[in-house]
């Protein structure tokens, strides 16, 4: 074993596929991306976030107490990543890289229709807010896209490296 620098420690411990997490703000859409996200409950579906008090997308979700996670695959890496290169404040991020926003039926983000996934989600606890910008969001609305049979996600590593879905393997499990 050899010393693991602590500011390298996320980069072993990735939570998961890296999403797109949309707001509205007074009819302004937003998109920001985010890999610091985990599963807490499945029933009802929780999910924990953590976004920068200094993101853009920050004071909408604050404000609003709603958002929408959309899940691209690995063939919007490059969008993905220009998306969280620049900041909602003074870039139509929908526009610049070619997003289409579809209304979402129980809140007012909208989802992203070139996303395999998207995931209606409103604030349900915001008790580490202050101290670690960390929202625990209910999924209120699932959507899949059918025609995106087999989407493989992509997966932060770091400093601009990523990992793609692999090989796939089923086990015996005792959960359904």
């Not at 996320?10 to 009819?27: C, D, H, I, N």
């Not at 008090?53 to 959309?70: H, M, N, P, Q, Y």
Request: some cysteine; charged content about 20%.
């Amino acid at each position: 074993m050899k010393d693991l620098p602590l500011d390298e420690v996320y980069q072993v411990l990735e939570p998961g596929p890296v999403v797109l997490l949309t707001t509205s703000q007074r009819g302004v859409p937003n998109v920001m991306t985010m890999s610091w996200h985990m599963m807490v409950e499945f029933t009802p579906p929780l999910v924990a976030c953590v976004v920068s008090g200094g993101d853009f997308s920050f004071t909408a979700l604050r404000a609003t107490k709603e958002c929408v996670i959309a899940v691209p695959a690995v063939e919007l890496a490059k969008k993905v990543v220009g998306i969280g290169n620049c900041s909602g404040a003074d870039t139509d991020k929908f526009a610049t890289f070619g997003l289409t926003p579809l209304p979402a039926e129980q809140v007012k983000a909208p989802l992203i229709a070139e996303c395999f996934a998207n995931l209606e989600c409103k604030v349900v606890n915001t008790r580490l807010v202050n101290s670690h910008n960390l929202f625990v969001l209910e999924v209120v609305k699932a959507w899949r896209d059918p025609a995106q049979k087999q989407p493989k996600t992509i997966h932060h590593r770091g400093y601009g490296t990523f990992a793609v879905d692999g090989e796939i393997i089923k086990l015996p499990s005792a959960m359904p």
